[in-house]
Nanobody
């Protein structure tokens, strides 16, 4: 079994910052891509950022220049540093990871975290 556990969400004023974390645990052989998505009330889930080992991170246009994604491979953890937050960044943020598990045989699957709420007040 694999679990992704997010943390770091909360309430912040516009212009403020938050740092989200997502730690993966379980029978993990390797993790290729890790990323963040978000879903605002009444809207579809949208991609925010992704990072793959050895490749430059990618960002949605709406967050480029304000958000930074990074990862700690030793800890199987991905981070999202969010600066200059805007009210339109308010959403539930979800972590996603493409993981190769070890049991019973190596298998590649995408996993999701439970989500963490980010609320930006104006």
């Amino acid at each position: 079994q694999v679990q992704l556990v997010e943390s770091g969400g909360g309430l912040v004023q516009a212009g403020g910052s938050l740092r989200l974390s997502c730690a993966a645990s379980g029978n993990i052989l390797s993790i290729s891509t890790m990323g963040w998505y978000r879903q605002a009330p009444g809207k579809q889930r949208e991609w925010v950022a992704r990072i793959t080992s050895g490749i430059s991170p990618n960002y949605a246009d709406s967050v480029k220049g304000r958000f930074t994604i990074s990862r700690d491979n030793a800890r199987n953890t991905v981070y999202l540093q969010m600066n200059s937050l805007k009210p339109e960044d308010t959403a539930v943020y979800y972590c996603n990871a493409v993981i190769t598990t070890t049991q019973p045989i190596p298998r590649v699957s995408a996993y999701w975290g439970q989500g963490t709420q980010v609320t930006v007040s104006s």
